[in-house]
Nanobody, 116 residues
Framework: QVRLVESGGGLVQPGGSLRLSCAASGIMFSIYPMNWYRQAPGKQRELVATITSTGNMNYVDSVKGRFTISRDNAKGTVYLQMNSLKPEDTAVYYC??????????WGQGTQVTVSS
């Protein structure tokens, strides 16, 4: 059974930082590209960051220079370090493991709220 479990969300003031974690089980983690998505109220789900199996990283323009995605294959975990948070970063953040259209798995999401 495949499980992706996110943690690390919460309430933070503008300019603050959070580190999200996503622990994967039931998949050969090291071969999967891993993604972080987010969905704000009333908006479509948005791809925020990707890290390939070889460690290449990509980000949506709005988070470049502020967010960093990383992975620890030994722990089967992907991280999203979020710095200089803005109110517009408020969303539910989802972890996604996608090897192909069949092997495509999602976590349950973790809420991030940026507010003073």
């Amino acid at each position: 059974q495949v499980r992706l479990v996110e943690s690390g969300g919460g309430l933070v003031q503008p300019g603050g930082s959070l580190r999200l974690s996503c622990a994967a089980s039931g998949i050969m983690f090291s071969i999967y590209p891993m993604n972080w998505y987010r969905q704000a109220p009333g908006k479509q789900r948005e791809l925020v960051a990707t890290i390939t199996s070889t460690g290449n990283m990509n980000y949506v323009d709005s988070v470049k220079g502020r967010f960093t995605i990383s992975r620890d294959n030994a722990k089967g975990t992907v991280y999203l370090q979020m710095n200089s948070l803005k109110p517009e970063d408020t969303a539910v953040y989802y972890c996604n493991a996608r090897y192909d259209t069949i092997h495509d798995y999602w976590g349950q999401g973790t809420q991030v709220t940026v507010s003073s």
